[in-house]
């Protein structure tokens, strides 16, 4: 049973368009929510967080999203870039539970000339 | 500034060999993860530590799998014996704190070793 989703594995976009990916989670009890980049044959690098407290944290680019009640939290690229083509990892961690970050199977993000 | 340095990057075996995947982490990092990677189950934790000692394996899938970490600067994870299935990418992070305190301390990555059993 998936705790944190990515419903779409892949997508692509325009150079200069903005890329939404998308992320769902299940469990309420996660305090914060981040997201990593990972190119091919290398490590996920972070990338931006949130905290459940909040519905928005902006970092240059990259804007995520948190909207509580759906359990649904987005990453907004803007204008996206031929570097941005990689594979986005959504995690969700809780600060009362564990020290466990739970991944989601990955977008993979195809930005197109 | 070295990062997480993961060794091999490659490993190809044959079934029921032994296979160990090596792992040093940042230095000053007191949290070592182990992780997989693969199509279907995408990036799964396998185990972690935190000062060496090991928190939680409930992601260990079966009794092949093992990990130790004999001190703060090197960690191993062992497959005896290996089979098909366990071909995937491994990677090893580290992190200062765990994940309970301030985001500003996130995971560090190793670059993975990609281990396919034939």
């Known amino acids: 049973d998936q705790q944190v989703k990515q419903n779409s594995p892949s997508l692509s976009v325009q150079e200069g368009r903005i890329s939404i990916l998308n992320c769902d989670y299940t469990n309420s009890m996660f305090d914060y929510f981040l997201w990593y980049k990972k190119y091919p044959a290398e490590g996920p690098t972070f990338l931006i967080s949130i905290s459940s407290i909040k519905d928005k944290n902006e970092d240059g680019r990259f804007t995520v999203f948190l909207n509580k009640s759906a359990k649904h939290l987005s990453l907004h690229i803007v204008p996206s870039q031929p570097g941005d083509s990689a594979v986005y990892f959504c995690a969700a961690s809780s600060l009362n539970r564990d020290d466990k970050i739970i991944f989601g199977k990955g977008t993979r993000l195809h930005i197109l000339p | 500034d070295a990062g997480v340095i993961q060794s091999p990057r490659h490993e190809v075996t044959e079934m029921g060999q032994e296979v160990t995947l090596r792992c040093k982490p940042i230095s000053g990092h007191d949290y070592l993860f182990w992780y997989r990677q693969t199509m279907m189950r995408g990036l799964e934790l396998l185990i972690y530590?935190?000062?060496?000692?090991?928190?939680?394996d409930s992601g260990m899938p079966e009794d092949r799998f093992s990990a130790k970490m004999p001190n703060a600067s090197f960690s191993t994870l062992k497959i005896q014996p290996s089979e098909p299935r366990d071909s995937a990418v491994y990677f090893c992070?580290?992190?200062?704190?765990?994940?309970?305190?301030?985001?500003?301390?996130?995971?560090?990555f190793g670059d993975g070793t990609r281990l396919s059993i034939l």
């Open positions: 530590f935190n000062n060496n000692v090991p928190i939680d």
């Open positions: 992070a580290s992190s200062l704190g765990g994940t309970g305190l301030p985001v500003d301390q996130p995971q560090h």
